[in-house]
C-alpha cells in the first residue's frame, strides 16, 4: 500500500502541462493566431426597405491564446488498466481583431478595424496515464473548446452600428465554425507535444540544433521532472486503491457508524402523529364524511445501515474521495394507535404497520490534504430513494379508507421522516469517522 506523507497534487500535475502549452505557443510566435478572412454579403427587409450590403474582413487575429488556465480543480480516477484525468481550463483573454474591416450598405462604404470579446469560455481536457514495460505513459484523449459565452463586438461606428446585430451574427458564426475548429487544433497539437517534450528527460540534440524545441536547459529538465515526478505519485496513489480493499474500510466505518447509532439510542425516530377529516362520494351519489389519526408513531431501524454496491476512490486536487452506495437493511414503521371514524357508520381504532421494499443512501466521504496533514470529512450521506410504501390495518373501517391514510403515511416518509434520518446519519457518522482513521488507511 502506497500511503505518501504528502497529498497528491493532482491541480500541480495539470497546472506543470498548462506552463509548458503556454511556452509553445509564445516559443512558436503563437500567442496571436491568424484566422480567416470574413466575406458576406446579406440582405433584409425593414417595413417597405429592401437592405443589401456586405461584409470583407481581414487581418484577422485571434488572442491570447498563452492565457489558458485551469478552471477548476483536477479530478483523477481508475479507468481499468490506466488513469483517466480531467479537468476543465478556460482563456483568461479570448479576442478576436481584424486590422481592416470594409462594410458596404447599398452604394455607403466605410472601413474600420473591428473586435470582437468572447465573454466565457470553457475547455474540455482530459488525459489518459499508465505505466507500461518500465515506461510512464499519457496520451491526449481530448482537449477541445466546448463553448463560449456572449460575445461582443466594438467597432468604429458608422454604417457599422447601423447592422450591428448583423455583424454579431457574422462573426457568431465565425467563431462557432472555422475559428472553434482552429483553436481545437492547435489545442490539440501543442497539448501532446507539451506531454511528449515533459515526458522525455534527454531532448534529442539534432532537434535542438534545428529549433524544434526551444524549451531547452537546466530550468526546463526541472520542469519536466517535476512533472514526471508528480505523475509518478498520482499513479501509485490511485492505482494503490487496488492493494487497499475499500469495500473493507467502508464496512469498519459502518460498523463504527452502527455502532454510535445504538449508543445514543437513534435507532428508532419518532414519527409526528397525522390526521385528516375527509369528505367523499360513495357510489357517485352518497355524501360520506369522517376522519382518522393516528399516534405513537416509530420509524426504524437506522442501525441496520449496510452497503449495497462497490466502493470507488477518485482524486480531485487535493482532495481523495470515497464513494459508496448504502441502503437500511430494515426500513419500517408503525402507528401504535389509529383511530377511524366514518360519520353515522361508526369508529375503530387499531394499529397500522408500515413498510417500504427498497430504499438507498448516498455516502460520500473526502479526505483532504492540508500541508503534510489530511483532515477527513463527512460530505454527504442522505437517504434519497424510498421504494414502494405499503401499509398494513387492521380491516374493518380502515379497510375503507386505506387509500387516504397511505397518501398521509407517504408524504410523512417523504417529507419529515426522511428529513429527520438524514439529520441523524449526518450527525453519527461525523462521530463515527474518527474511529475508522480513513486518512491512515487510503492512500492520499
Known amino acids: 500500500m502506497v500511503n505518501s506523507s504528502e497529498p497528491v497534487d493532482v491541480n500541480g500535475v495539470v497546472d506543470k502541462l498548462l506552463d509548458s502549452i503556454r511556452q509553445l505557443a509564445i516559443d512558436h510566435d503563437m500567442d496571436e493566431m491568424p484566422v480567416p478572412e470574413v466575406h458576406e454579403e446579406w440582405e433584409e427587409t425593414r417595413g417597405i426597405l429592401q437592405l443589401r450590403g456586405c461584409i470583407n474582413c481581414t487581418n484577422g487575429r485571434l488572442r491570447s491564446l498563452t492565457s489558458i488556465q485551469r478552471t477548476g480543480d483536477a479530478n483523477l480516477s481508475k479507468r481499468g488498466d490506466h488513469l483517466v484525468l480531467k479537468v476543465l481550463l478556460g482563456f483568461c483573454e479570448f479576442e478576436l481583431e481584424y486590422e481592416k474591416c470594409q462594410a458596404t450598405l447599398h452604394r455607403l462604404s466605410v472601413t474600420s478595424g473591428l473586435r470582437a470579446s468572447v465573454q466565457t469560455n470553457s475547455i474540455d481536457a482530459e488525459i489518459k496515464i499508465r505505466f507500461s514495460g518500465g515506461e510512464l505513459k499519457a496520451t491526449i484523449s481530448h482537449i477541445f473548446l466546448a463553448e463560449f459565452g456572449k460575445i461582443r463586438v466594438h467597432t468604429g461606428g458608422g454604417i457599422f452600428s447601423k447592422i450591428k446585430s448583423r455583424l454579431l451574427e457574422i462573426v457568431a458564426r465565425h467563431f462557432q465554425t472555422q475559428i472553434r475548429q482552429l483553436v481545437n487544433e492547435m489545442l490539440e497539437a501543442y497539448a501532446k507535444k507539451a506531454i511528449s517534450q515533459l515526458l522525455r528527460l534527454d531532448l534529442d540534440k539534432t532537434e535542438i540544433r534545428r529549433g524544434v524545441y526551444k524549451s531547452t536547459g537546466p530550468a526546463f529538465r526541472v520542469h519536466k521532472m517535476i512533472f514526471k515526478a508528480l505523475l509518478l505519485v498520482a499513479l501509485a496513489s490511485v492505482t494503490a486503491a487496488d492493494t487497499v480493499n475499500l469495500n473493507q474500510l467502508a464496512d469498519q466505518l459502518i460498523a463504527s457508524l452502527q455502532q454510535v447509532i445504538r449508543q445514543e439510542g437513534k435507532d428508532e425516530l419518532v414519527i409526528p402523529d397525522i390526521s385528516q377529516d375527509w369528505h367523499e362520494k360513495w357510489h357517485h351519489f352518497i355524501k360520506i364524511s369522517g376522519n382518522f389519526n393516528c399516534h405513537d408513531g416509530r420509524f426504524r431501524s437506522l442501525a441496520s445501515i449496510r452497503r449495497t454496491g462497490d466502493a470507488s476512490m477518485t482524486t480531485q486536487g487535493n482532495k481523495v474521495i470515497l464513494n459508496v452506495k448504502l441502503g437500511l437493511g430494515t426500513l419500517n414503521a408503525n402507528f401504535g394507535r389509529c383511530q377511524a371514524k366514518i ?79 438524514n439529520d441523524v446519519l449526518a450527525e453519527t457518522a461525523r462521530k463515527a469517522l474518527p474511529k475508522a482513521d480513513l486518512c491512515n488507511k487510503i492512500p492520499h
Open 343 to 421: 360519520h353515522r357508520i361508526g369508529s375503530m381504532s387499531s394499529k397500522v404497520d408500515v413498510s417500504v421494499d427498497s430504499n438507498s443512501i448516498d455516502a460520500q466521504i473526502s479526505l483532504t490534504g492540508q500541508g503534510t496533514s489530511c483532515v477527513a470529512n463527512v460530505d454527504h450521506l442522505v437517504l434519497n430513494q424510498l421504494g414502494r410504501i405499503s401499509i398494513h390495518t387492521g380491516g374493518g373501517l380502515f379497510h375503507k379508507i386505506e387509500n387516504r391514510i397511505l397518501d398521509e403515511v407517504a408524504k410523512s416518509m417523504h417529507g419529515h421522516i426522511v428529513g429527520q434520518a
